[in-house]
């Protein structure tokens, strides 16, 4: 049988299986294993009182050596027998070439192993610490990114985590023991681990770091994430089997398809290679939704092992589940589990306090109607309750009613929005402000632009194909849609700010709220196109107004917004006998 992973060693199990590739960088690296030493031996004192010691050239080498050197072929081989490659690198001739080849490769690779003391690359620290830097730009100008440094070193690792976490404070950096954090939110995922070589050889290095790294990681949609991108790695020579160049022929006849329409003529080759990144994208996603490992990730198992996780200490109420400003529940793990479980909601329900509840059921359209025309007091009385209100009935619902109807918010040690809004604006968001972008934004369906001068906030609704091979002055169609700064604001859609903080939407899909705008597409690319200023987008229309870009929504959240749009356009108008329309209300 089996036996069941708890959370944190299934995380660590899937870390591995993502880690790929780490990238060693030492001036005494050697490429051979560390030389095995018997325990020295102390002779009998000669007669001067003295002793002697004794070894010999090899054992005295080997302990000299602990101090410096690092060994990679014992380090290599302790991370191949775990399916991951590393490679050693050691900074010779200039310094700056060799600075900017470890920063090259360290881009790309899961770890990076740094030397603290570095002769070759000038003062102690330096090389390292200007590494980091030129890293830290690098994810700071993507956007952020999970990442792992480790400086190995002989000196003294709290001396040295002292030192560097001085140098790293315009990172908002912070020191745990031998550990530095970030506070800056694009390398809140970023970590640097101090570790002294005569603490831990290259062979208990790896696991050390293996188990870094998965703390970096652990959670139910970041574990199912990472799983993913290594399952894709996994099949990656099978996608370029099926996707050979013998599909050439296919995909050119699509094109010349296209070319041969005139309407698509000058659009052929964009439009085919959307179509070859949906064929492209399909074909991981069905390839993801069938692997055993990522289902594995987020398995009813490894749920119901997530509270264990987050809680240690079975008494103290960690979880919060939020009902209304009035109203938050606080439970502990057991009580987490055995909702999740779902076995016995009624009674978890009842234990972690959830109680009946009135809700007010309103009045009817026709009641409204019959008062705003009924002239006569004695009529008007039974349905005006004493506050000269309209009444209401009540309705008692219970907890299993409240749970099943009520919006559900939870959250660990003190409740918060934030993580729902952060997966509201994943799901809404394809490119938003706080995404680095290499080319600026165009006008298209799903654009969001908010007006510099009366702060009003716009989503062009405008069809893909209009969008595109533009002469002339084009007017674009917009909804005026409405930002939610009220906390129990209705919304509908979010995206992240520049800021990081969440710009909530109300978007009413009615024609009254349809607008147009005039632009002036850019003449060679034949697109409307944003310009940059001030690190923010912005785009003018054909009166001088500025817009500021905010983002875009994915291509399916936009055509759902299209098409309840369309649905509203498209009711139908009609007479009909007034007293039949009034028996159907």
């Not at 049988?1 to 995380?11: H, I, Q, R, Y």
């Not at 002697?52 to 290599?76: G, I, N, P, V």
């Not at 050439?248 to 052929?268: C, T």
């Amino acid at each position: 049988m089996t036996p069941v992973l708890s959370f944190k060693e299934n995380s660590k199990m899937i870390a591995q299986h993502f880690l790929q590739s780490v990238v060693a960088v030492d001036d005494n690296i050697r490429f051979k294993a560390r030389p095995a030493f018997d325990d020295e031996k102390l002779a009998e004192p000669d007669d001067t009182g003295f002793g002697e010691f004794e070894a010999d050239d090899d054992k005295q080498q080997a302990t000299t050596a602990l101090s410096h050197e690092l060994y990679y072929q014992d380090l290599s081989h302790e991370f191949a027998s775990k399916g991951i490659i590393c490679g050693g690198f050691s900074p010779e001739g200039d310094v700056d070439s060799s600075l900017q080849a470890v920063v090259n490769t360290s881009k790309n690779a899961d770890i990076t192993i740094l030397d603290w003391q570095m002769e070759k690359a000038g003062p102690d620290g330096k090389f390292a610490i200007d590494t980091t830097l030129k890293i830290s730009e690098i994810d700071i100008s993507e956007g952020g990114r999970t990442r792992l440094i480790c400086i190995y070193t002989a000196e003294n690792a709290e001396d040295v985590a002292d030192i560097l976490v001085k140098s790293l404070v315009g990172l908002h950096s912070k020191l745990e023991e031998r550990t530095i954090t970030f506070e800056l939110p694009e390398l809140t995922h970023w970590k640097i681990e101090v570790v002294n070589k005569a603490d831990k050889l290259e062979v208990e290095l790896c696991d050390f770091l293996i188990n870094s790294f998965a703390n970096l990681t652990t959670g139910l949609l970041s574990n199912a994430v990472v799983s993913s991108i290594a399952s894709i790695r996994d099949n990656t020579h099978n996608l370029l089997h099926k996707f050979n160049s013998t599909l050439d022929p296919a995909y050119v006849s699509h094109i010349l398809g296209l070319i041969s329409s005139p309407k698509m003529r000058e659009q052929a080759h964009d439009v085919a290679f959307d179509y070859a990144v949906e064929l492209i994208s399909e074909e991981l996603k069905s390839s993801l939704q069938i692997n055993e490992k990522v289902k594995g990730s987020l398995s009813k198992k490894i749920i119901n092992a997530w509270p264990d996780f987050i809680e240690v200490d079975d008494l103290k109420k960690s979880f919060f589940l939020e009902l209304s400003d009035e109203e938050k529940l606080t439970f502990n793990r057991t009580q987490m589990k055995r909702l999740l479980l779902a076995d016995d909601l009624k009674e978890t329900l009842k234990e972690i306090g959830m109680e009946a509840s009135q809700k007010n059921i309103v009045a009817s359209q026709k009641a409204k109607r019959l008062l705003a025309s009924e002239s006569n007091q004695e009529k008007i009385d039974p349905i005006l309750n004493s506050n000269n209100a309209i009444q209401v009935k009540h309705q008692t619902l219970k907890p299993i009613e409240r749970f099943e109807r009520e919006a559900i918010q939870l959250s660990i040690n003190e409740p918060s929005e934030k993580p729902l809004l952060d997966l509201c604006s994943i799901e809404n968001t394809r490119r938003s402000q706080e995404i680095s972008l290499c080319r600026a934004p165009s006008l298209k369906q799903g654009t969001i632009l908010k007006n510099e001068k009366t702060s009003e906030y716009y989503i062009c609704i405008q069809p893909l194909c209009d969008s595109v091979r533009l002469q002339r002055t084009t007017s674009f169609t917009f909804l005026q849609i409405s930002e939610v700064t009220e906390k129990k604001g209705k919304f509908t859609h979010v995206i992240k700010k520049a800021n990081n903080e969440h710009l909530k939407l109300f978007i009413s899909c009615k024609a009254t709220t349809v607008r147009t705008l005039d632009f002036l597409p850019d003449t060679d690319s034949k697109v409307v196109l944003s310009f940059l200023e001030d690190r923010q987008y912005f785009f003018e229309n054909s009166t001088n107004i500025r817009f500021e870009w905010y983002g875009e929504l994915k291509q399916l959240i936009t055509q759902d917004i299209v098409n309840n749009l369309a649905a509203q356009i498209s009711r139908v108008g009609s007479d009909s006998f007034e007293w039949l329309r009034q028996k159907q209300l």
